[in-house]
């Protein structure tokens, strides 16, 4: 580390120093392979929104440990999710060369309603209407996990003004 070959990750995970950039989505997949990309994040990656999150948001089981994403880089946001929620709509995507966990769009756009009041009111607002004008949305599978995940009544009246 002193001769910067290496550099410290976190404790007990270091990186060969590269000249070159390396991304957090790099990172992101090496140090937490069950991690779901979650909200704000998930609706960058699916082009929803044009500005870029100053932080990863991430699922992850409620069980683990929060010391675990202490990193420096890239910066996180965790959040922990009750097991039987996690597997709802996940699927997996290549993002800048990675292949990365992250729910889905309907799934997303679910979670993006049910947590409204701790996500920017303009984030949400353009990721809804960026949902709406896509024309691969799933209206009915948008509900049937708002209904899962029992914010069926929010999702309603929140994409019905949409609509």
């Known amino acids: 580390m002193d001769k910067n070959i290496i550099r410290k990750m976190k404790r ?9 950039f390396v991304s957090g ?5 090496k140090l937490f392979p069950d991690a779901i990309i979650y909200l704000i994040s998930a609706v ?15 699922a992850v089981a409620r069980g683990s440990s ?4 202490e990193i420096e880089y890239p910066k996180l946001k965790s959040y922990y999710i009750h097991e039987k929620y996690m597997s709802i709509g996940k ?16 799934r997303t756009i679910c979670d993006v309603v049910r947590n409204s009041n701790k996500i920017d009111k303009e984030i949400v607002n353009q990721a809804i209407k960026s949902y709406i004008d896509d024309p691969k949305k799933n ?13 069926e009544k ?3 009246t929140v994409i019905g003004m949409w609509l």
Do not use: C
């Not at 960058?44 to 948001?57: A, K, L, V």
């Open 12 to 20: 007990g995970y270091y990186e060969w120093q590269y000249n070159e």
């Open 25 to 29: 989505i790099s990172i992101i997949t």
């Open 44 to 58: 960058y990656i699916y082009g929803y929104i044009d500005r870029t999150p100053n932080e990863w948001h991430l």
């Open 66 to 69: 929060r010391s675990r994403f």
């Open 91 to 106: 699927i997996k995507v290549t993002y800048e060369g990675h292949e990365v966990n992250i729910f889905d769009k309907d």
């Open 139 to 151: 209206i009915p599978n948008l509900m049937k996990y708002a209904k899962k995940m029992r914010a």
């Open 154 to 156: 929010r999702v309603k």
